[in-house]
């Protein structure tokens, strides 16, 4: 019942009969890319691995949210002979993401060898140190979404659902 009820839940949100996306964080595995995505704020995920619009990027990796942030922008991004094009998917656009996605998307490819110069969605904003544990047993599979109020009740600031998630748990 708990899958019905959440594709429900999702469905709303994408038609837009309510919208809580404010509220909404994507929780996403993140391996070997992780300290890369802290480093610089921005979580990177393949074009194609689908979208609807959420407030904020969990990274998860050893059974627990480990960082995340408020999304201020999401790019589609093609960095090709040293010139970026950037496609604005949601939040807003200003010139300060443009340095640290090319940087992103070198470190990315020199340090974990993740090929993302080409077809791959960025998530950009300033990232939190969180810790927020999953007690059931397993990993997640793929990602999932959560509504940030739901756990850590009314909050102002991306860094004050970050601290406050790091005392909560979650199946």
């Known amino acids: 019942m708990g899958a019905v009820v959440r594709d429900y839940e999702e469905c709303c949100r994408e038609t837009g009969l309510v919208d809580r ?32 619009t959420h407030a904020f990027t969990d990274t998860y990796r050893d059974k627990r949210v480990q960082a995340l942030w408020e999304n201020d922008g999401v790019f589609n991004v093609r960095f090709v002979d040293g010139k970026l094009d950037m496609e604005l998917v949601s939040g807003g656009h200003t010139d300060e993401y443009d340095e640290r996605l090319r940087v992103i998307i ?66």
């Open 106 to 171: 070198v470190d990315a490819g020199e340090e974990c060898g993740c090929a993302v110069a080409m077809d791959h969605r960025f998530f950009c904003g300033v990232s939190h140190a969180t810790g927020f544990e999953k007690v059931a047993p397993g990993g997640i599979m793929g990602r999932r979404y959560a509504d940030a109020q739901k756990v850590v009740g009314d909050f102002t600031e991306a860094a004050q659902l970050a601290a406050n998630l790091a005392s909560e748990t979650w199946e």
């Open 21 to 52: 996306s404010c509220f909404v964080r994507r929780i996403v595995p993140c391996g070997n890319g992780l300290e890369i995505n802290m480093r610089h704020g921005i979580f990177f995920r393949s074009s194609d691995s689908g979208y609807s």
